[in-house]
């Protein structure tokens, strides 16, 4: 009986204590400004021209090109920077240290922290391949590839902002401590490794952003070189053979990065 109340009284506290979260989210003003602006600029700047395509091999590349940008700003602006921000917040302020005298597990703790961020990412990004296709984009080839790199972006930034919150000494030098990261997600766009020497366009994309942008790309458009716009459009079947690494480094990552949180989380500012 002990055992089972207590496995009704986890999910409680989570939603509890992610509903006290997400109060702290809308309130931060940067945070709902990068918010808005994933939601409404990418969408006005990209998807509109995806109306005009001529064929539906061109209506996937533009949708994979707008979702690429998408999923990630919603992941390092929304997820990684609100996380790494509120963390850091809680830290200081002590509030990690009270809710850990409770009956509230450290999982539990972490896992509030990063629901509002996360599930507003989720949702907009969900939203922007709907959008697409709404727009006129034909269907994604393989959309379980796409849904699999926003979970699994979602997952990576969540835990990277956790583990560079450790370095963080306040929510001011976050805005120092999250440039390399933010930088290497940028840098992981495939229009943008092309203009990069071949050893730092290697890294562009080994990287975990390069690897969820890849498979962004792989599963709206079918094509498994980003690019190379001319290549072959593969079939379901195909996209599966072809991506199956690249869904396995991306979870290689992210497995590798959740366990390290742990090891090197900050509860208090000794």
């Not at 999910?11 to 006290?20: K, N, Q, Y």
């Not at 005009?52 to 061109?58: H, L, M, P, Q, Y």
């Not at 296709?133 to 979602?154: C, R």
């Not at 976050?174 to 990069?196: D, K, N, Y």
Request: aromatic fraction near 8%; include cysteine; charged fraction near 15%.
């Amino acid at each position: 009986m002990t055992t089972a109340t207590s496995a009704l009284r986890t999910p409680r506290r989570l939603v509890s204590l992610a509903r006290a979260e997400w109060i702290q989210f809308r309130r931060n003003k940067v945070i709902l400004f990068m918010s808005a602006f994933v939601l409404l600029v990418i969408p006005v700047l990209f998807f509109r021209s995806i109306s005009g395509a001529e064929s539906a091999a061109d209506s996937r590349a533009l949708a994979s090109t707008a979702l690429q940008m998408l999923v990630l700003m919603a992941i390092v602006f929304v997820v990684y920077y609100s996380v790494l921000s509120m963390a850091t917040t809680r830290r200081d302020e002590g509030v990690l240290t009270r809710l850990r005298t409770g009956e509230a597990s450290d999982r539990e703790i972490l896992l509030a922290i990063c629901t509002p961020s996360s599930l507003f990412a989720i949702l907009a990004s969900v939203l922007g391949g709907v959008l697409c296709v709404a727009l006129g984009s034909a269907l994604p080839i393989n959309v379980f590839f796409y849904l699999v790199a926003i979970l699994g972006g979602v997952v990576l930034a969540a835990a990277l902002a956790l583990i560079t919150s450790a370095y963080t000494s306040n929510a001011e030098a976050a805005q120092v401590t999250s440039m390399p990261v933010i930088v290497l997600g940028m840098l992981s766009i495939p229009t943008l490794r092309g203009f990069l020497p071949d050893p730092l366009a290697l890294i562009a994309a080994r990287n975990p952003f390069g690897a969820l942008l890849d498979l962004v790309h792989l599963g709206w458009t079918g094509q498994s070189d980003p690019l190379n716009s001319e290549a072959a459009t593969m079939n379901l079947a195909e996209t599966f053979s072809s991506g199956g690494m690249t869904v396995l480094i991306l979870m290689a990552w992210c497995v590798a990065l959740v366990l390290l949180v742990p090891r090197v989380m900050r509860w208090d500012n000794r």
